[in-house]
């Protein structure tokens, strides 16, 4: 860092610090940097000065002759490295000085290469941890939801690299970093719950995270090793060593770790879909070196957070979309049928308000105003559509969660009017469509006042993490971008379709053609993203069972069969969510449906699933309805199927269909004597991935139910359920009569 008066502080100088290229590695090993081109080493750092008196200074050498000619046989895999990319040789006998772990990384000019000094008592293999890394796989099974997810893997990374503290560390949309998981001892304080601001770990800082995966500092009072340069180099630009696992780290961060009590510290990158989501940050107290396999089995379990993390958010991402889509074309449709634009959506508040996650809405336009919900007063609104008129115009949307900081007077109406979503729905008139979130008044809990300190006139970390709190006031709950997104859509609705009254179906096709894209690229995203690490999880482990059969002993194997079954299992999972995914994007056929007659069809198709249990059925007379006969198919199997599961251990198993009629629809139900469920946790019971019970006790993906619930509602029914521990469940869910009146 640089000297700087308290006057002239850059903030932005750490920022700018070169910690890409420090010229230095940390005291643990060897770097030699060698030309692509002629092999010889051109510049290198070495711990121990008894290896130079041992084998002579490798500078200008080539590389298969330096270090007593211990690289050699590894040459051949340099070729093969593509820019960006590294690789883990193996292990080497450096002379006198013990074996070493060799790594190679694939620069855009150089390659380096690195020989690692091993960690008295670590693992032979990576194979020796594979017991831990499918505990967590087991655990990660069935859980439905971030949070449980961060924790498990707080936990488990936790146990494997023996740490005093590791958290999960999440970053939000302007780079700020909150706490949202940890495991630890009480060595160090606990850090749950804390935020820390962007200017902790700053842009060039993420773009290392983002591009090596694993950092390790051992020791926060460490020596660095400087990296020499031959005399025919010595004018070269300075050497990238971003991918360098030896790379020296900035003396400001060593001081941040000093002023944190970490003595040793490593973290490993949750990169979701090409972003660095957050990191899994491990602290100890004292000094600590972490072997090569333990750390390579933490990024193996980072990789697999990456991937759920993005799958289950991915997930909740298209279940909102189309839900405001839903909203949408009920918006749409008493548009298109009514010349008063205004009055139509004022006549289904909720489902404006809900289009974007409002408690309040205004529509102007050609001076009326309509208020909706909870909103300033006309005349306030009037004043801020002004504003936007005047500082805003052109902007086909405008949104802030604090627009009190934008216009002032707006803090008179904060309470109702913090958050402001707005679209301008006419080029010729001041008219608006403005959506309103009351202020959330919070206090946000920072891991020490958020500002560095100046000491001795040079800026510095600051030097206290204890929990220092802020007041927020004057904004409300953060828009989405699934917020925008409905409120543009709905602009480009009023201007193309409502005002213009041209091309109403088109636009609405076009609207359908988007949320099945989004749904397309979803299942192509998990089918890309999950299924081939599964398979490769699969395709290795029976490599290394059938090449090593004869090495492994019988837990060995049985290991190794556990990690394939568990992978397949995942898999399994994959094409199930694919299939749910599909679902709500089949076309439907409406056609009338014999229901007794399909019930009994499926039942005799389950008869393999009875195991040969004899099973009372009570099948009460089913009505005809009107629907789509496959669809309703899959809900039949779906609930028939689970009776016959979860009546596996009773005595006398018995399912009862049948059904009622209700005013404006079919009620159908089935009924078992099975294992029941805790009626505190109903509202679960159609969610995906939704399981109520441990999947060593009943198979299944979680997925069965959601897809019941799917086509239900797109047929426009309702579910629901009823159970208890040990007493069976009864199923519901309503087909509504023929819109032809026919029942």
Not at 15 to 37: F, K, N, S
Not at 284 to 311: D, K, M, W
Not at 333 to 362: H, I, P, Q, V, Y
Not at 711 to 737: C, D, N, Q
Request: hydrophobic share 40%.
């Amino acid at each position: 860092m640089n000297d700087a008066t308290d006057a002239g502080l850059d903030l932005s100088s750490c920022a700018r610090e070169p910690i890409h290229t420090p010229g230095a590695i940390q005291p643990y090993g060897v770097l030699l940097v060698v030309d692509p081109l002629t092999m010889q080493v051109q510049e290198r750092a070495i711990t121990q000065a008894q290896v130079l008196e041992y084998f002579g200074d490798p500078l200008d050498q080539h590389l298969d002759g330096v270090l007593g000619g211990a690289l050699a046989p590894y040459r051949r895999h340099l070729d093969l490295l593509a820019p960006g990319s590294s690789v883990f040789l193996g292990s080497v006998q450096l002379g006198r000085f013990g074996r070493h772990h060799v790594l190679a990384h694939r620069s855009d000019t150089h390659f380096l290469v690195e020989l690692e000094e091993p960690v008295e008592g670590e693992p032979g293999s990576l194979e020796d941890l594979y017991p831990q890394i499918r505990r967590f796989m087991g655990e990660i099974e069935t859980v439905s939801d971030i949070a449980t997810l961060c924790e498990i893997g707080a936990r488990h990374v936790r146990a494997l690299a023996n740490f005093d503290r590791t958290m999960i560390y999440q970053f939000d949309k302007d780079w700020n970093g909150a706490v949202v998981a940890e495991d630890r001892n009480d060595r160090l304080p606990s850090y749950m719950d804390l935020r820390f601001p962007e200017s902790d770990i700053p842009a060039q800082a993420r773009e290392l995270y983002r591009r090596n995966r694993v950092r390790l500092i051992a020791d926060s009072d460490y020596q660095a090793v400087p990296l020499l340069r031959s005399a025919a180099h010595a004018d070269a630009a300075p050497t990238d060593l971003s991918l360098a696992v030896l790379r020296s780290v900035s003396p400001v961060h060593l001081q941040y770790m000093r002023n944190m009590g970490t003595g040793a510290s490593m973290s490993v990158s949750l990169v979701s879909e090409g972003r660095l989501w957050g990191l899994v940050p491990c602290h100890n107290q004292q000094p600590r070196r972490v072997p090569y396999h333990v750390r390579t089995a933490c990024e193996f379990i980072g990789q697999i957070l990456s991937l759920q993390i993005a799958l289950k958010e991915r997930a909740m991402v298209v279940e909102e979309r189309i839900s405001r889509r839903a909203i949408q074309v009920r918006l749409l449709g008493r548009m298109a049928g009514d010349e008063d634009f205004m009055a139509a959506l004022g006549r289904d508040e909720k489902s404006l308000l809900d289009l974007t996650g409002a408690a309040g809405a205004a529509i102007i336009h050609r001076g009326q105003c309509v208020l909706l919900g909870q909103t300033p007063g006309q005349t306030q609104v009037n004043a801020l559509v002004d504003w936007l008129t005047r500082e805003h115009a052109g902007e086909d949307v405008f949104q802030t969660d604090s627009l009190p900081a934008s216009w002032a007077e707006a803090g008179a109406f904060a309470d109702v009017a913090s958050g402001l979503m707005a679209i301008s729905i006419s080029q010729l008139h001041d008219s608006f469509v403005l959506w309103f979130r009351p202020e959330v008044m919070r206090t946000v809990r920072w891991g020490g006042e958020p500002r560095k300190a100046v000491v001795d006139g040079t800026l510095s970390p600051r030097l206290s993490f204890e929990a220092w709190k802020e007041t927020v006031r004057q904004q409300s709950t953060p828009w989405q971008d699934v917020d925008r997104d409905a409120a543009l859509e709905l602009r480009t609705a009023i201007v193309d379709i409502v005002l213009r009254k041209a091309e109403e179906m088109a636009e609405l096709n076009e609207q359908l053609l988007r949320s099945n894209k989004e749904l397309e690229a979803f299942s192509y995203s998990v089918s890309h993203d999950l299924r081939a690490p599964f398979r490769h999880i699969v395709g290795y482990s029976e490599l290394l069972g059938s090449s090593a059969a004869d090495k492994l002993t019988d837990t060995e194997k049985r290991f190794l069969a556990t990690i394939v079954e568990s992978a397949k299992s995942a898999g399994t999972l994959v094409d199930d969510l694919l299939s749910f995914s599909q679902m709500g994007r089949s076309s439907m056929g409406l056609v009338n449906v014999d229901v007794g007659a399909l019930v009994e069809d499926v039942r005799q198709n389950l008869v393999m699933e009875t195991e040969g249990r004899t099973i009372q059925w009570n099948i009460a007379p089913l009505p005809r309805v009107e629907a789509d006969s496959s669809m309703l198919r899959l809900v039949w199997q779906n609930l028939l199927g689970n009776a016959i599961k979860f009546t596996r251990d009773s005595a006398e198993p018995t399912i009862e269909v049948g059904a009622e009629r209700g005013d404006n629809e079919h009620i159908f139900f089935v009924k078992d004597n099975g294992c029941g469920f805790d009626m505190r946790y109903v509202d679960k019971l159609f969610g995906v991935f939704q399981r109520l019970h441990h999947a060593d006790e009943f198979e299944g993906t979680g997925i069965g139910l959601a897809n019941v619930h799917r086509i239900v509602s797109r047929h426009g029914g309702r579910t629901w359920a009823e159970g208890e521990l040990g007493k069976g469940a009864t199923l519901y869910f309503t087909i509504p009569y023929s819109q032809r009146g026919t029942a």
